[in-house]
């Protein structure tokens, strides 16, 4: 059985070398992901470049996730670099600091209106939670702060209000022009980040048809007010990111896996896809080899029925980043021998009403997939929904998104259980010549035997968007 999990890494400089990432890729890399926090849009658009050249090595394809910096609160920096702060100590958090000057009693802050956002008794965490603050006083450019929790603290480190509230406008006027980047460059899918509410998603959304984009839309879930408007961010959204960083930070740690298993099942529950993401084989930026728990955390994910697992640093700038890839394929695999979601899955189907044909056609399918031997799912797909309708009910059954479309099989790489497949449906207008190309495909790329039966779906004109509405149990013949 092929892997049906998908493996996101994001590319930096561990990555910026043509043999290691086509030897990435070949492991495992189904979606490329570029950081918009770190470097400028040239280092973007060198390795958006690399990235398709590798897959061209490769023989795969893959697609692109554009992650957008948004407004991510950092101090400014340090004299010396890095700093010790004591527990007990004072600290102030200074808006109109040199950006530069930084000291163990004081340093900038590169958001202005901090202190418009936080009140005497508000708690402030610094580099994901290591260190904590109490605030106690707050002046018009400065936050007075006592150290509750010290240790060392470096240059640009992420700031975070306990239990949310910074308002910050969730697209920056640096997004602005990645947004237009994205467009241009024809990427897959572009992630909010610290989006709040279903209006953050729909102004995305906007700027990037408004330049000209296709790409589809991934909320990052990181922020507290993400969960009270969790169900709307999904509805909105194409995909939903569990951003485990700032999340655990903002929410507390001791409430993230129960959160990540809600996220999870509501966003597959709204037929929605699912990247489960931030430290999940962390240790592997220094060793070759992960944790027992970072093993553990991952095969619960995939458990769990994550459309994607995603690594970040591990492969960015990580020492083994083909390792990384390696690792992460290896504990997907040996967790779906155990996965049993897809038989909880199956009784969604058979609630609510359907919303459309294609919805109806697909859940057909899959109930009958799950009831009969089936060699594989194939789908005629101009946008790539109906197979990413099947997909949202479990089956150990591969589907096949078959499509003239490059931006479609790229889009699909991110589903699970779905594997792009290029045919072009509307060179067939006869039946009995369409079949025979299907089963000639099939056969060429060793997906099925002769004798197999496959279920087909298709709609009765080749060719149209959102035209599927019927389907067929077909059995593989060589002519």
């Not at 209106?113 to 936080?118: C, E, F, G, T």
């Not at 994910?301 to 591990?314: P, R």
């Not at 060179?427 to 790329?445: I, K, P």
Request: some cysteine; aromatic content about 4%; overall charge neutral.
């Amino acid at each position: 059985m092929p892997r049906r999990t998908k493996v996101v890494a994001t590319v930096g400089p561990a990555t910026d070398n043509l043999e290691v990432l086509t030897q990435m890729l070949r492991a495992g890399v189904d979606v490329a992901r570029l950081n918009a926090s770190h470097g400028t849009i040239a280092d973007r658009r060198r390795r958006l470049q690399l990235v398709r050249q590798a897959a061209q090595h490769a023989d795969r394809c893959v697609g692109v996730l554009l992650d957008l910096g948004g407004p991510k609160i950092r101090i400014e920096c340090f004299r010396e670099g890095r700093v010790q702060l004591t527990e007990g100590a004072l600290f102030t958090l200074d808006t109109a600091l040199d950006p530069r000057a930084g000291t163990a009693a004081r340093v900038g802050v590169a958001y202005r209106d901090l202190p418009r956002d936080v009140a005497a008794g508000d708690t402030l965490l610094l580099n994901d939670g290591q260190i904590v603050l109490e605030v106690e006083r707050v002046g018009a450019t400065a936050v007075e702060t006592r150290v509750r929790v010290g240790g060392e603290l470096s240059d640009r480190k992420g700031l975070n209000r306990q239990g949310g509230g910074i308002s910050a406008p969730c697209i920056s006027e640096r997004d602005r022009e990645d947004i237009q980047f994205a467009a241009e460059e024809g990427i897959d899918y572009m992630a909010v980040s610290f989006a709040r509410e279903a209006a953050d998603i729909h102004q995305a959304r906007e700027l990037l048809r408004a330049a000209g984009g296709e790409g589809r839309i991934v909320a990052k879930i990181e922020r507290h007010e993400a969960i009270d408007n969790l169900a709307g961010l999904i509805d909105a959204s194409d995909v939903v990111m569990v951003a485990r960083g700032d999340l655990g930070v903002e929410m507390g740690y001791a409430e993230l896996t129960g959160l990540q298993k809600t996220i999870i099942h509501q966003t597959i529950a709204r037929n929605r896809v699912v990247i489960t993401a931030t430290q999940m084989m962390e240790s592997m930026i220094q060793n070759p080899v992960p944790t027992r728990a970072e093993v553990s955390d991952v095969a619960n994910a995939v458990m769990d029925g994550t459309d994607a697992v995603m690594l970040s640093a591990e492969s960015a700038t990580g020492r083994y980043p083909l390792k990384a890839v390696e690792a992460m394929v290896q504990v997907i695999e040996g967790a779906e021998k155990y996965q049993l979601s897809h038989a909880r899955s199956r009784q969604r189907a058979l609630e609510g009403q359907f919303e459309g044909t294609e919805e109806a056609i697909a859940m057909a399918v899959m109930y009958t997939a799950n009831h009969m031997k089936l060699s594989a799912i194939v789908a005629f797909t101009e946008s790539g929904a109906t197979p990413l309708w099947m997909s949202r009910i479990r089956s150990d059954i591969p589907i096949y998104a078959f499509t003239r479309h490059e931006a479609t099989r790229r889009r699909t790489t991110l589903y699970r259980g779905v594997y792009p497949v290029t045919f072009d449906v509307t060179g067939h207008t006869v039946a009995g010549s369409l079949y025979q190309a299907l089963f000639a495909r099939l056969l060429e790329l060793r997906l099925v035997r002769p004798g197999d039966r496959v279920i087909l779906t298709r709609g009765e004109q080749s060719g149209v968007q959102g035209g599927t509405n019927s389907m067929q149990i077909l059995r593989v013949a060589l002519e």
